[in-house]
């Protein structure tokens, strides 16, 4: 007999996304880039402001 918590934590288990290529993370960065979201760029891509602003075209 399985216990809750065994139970509950096969239910909670999300299978790990598979890391971008870097071409896909800047496709995303685009994508996503509205000219005043650096800061949300940067700390959901774990890039520099720099590095943002370089995949941009600013």
Request: proline letters at 3%; aromatic letters at 6%; zero cysteines.
């Amino acid at each position: 007999m399985r216990s809750a918590a065994t139970v509950e934590s096969r239910l909670s288990h999300k299978p790990a996304e598979a890391p971008l290529t870097r071409e896909e993370g800047n496709a995303r960065i685009l994508t996503e880039w509205n000219g005043r979201n650096v800061k949300e760029l940067m700390a959901r891509y774990g890039l520099s402001r720099s590095a943002v602003y370089a995949i941009v075209g600013k």
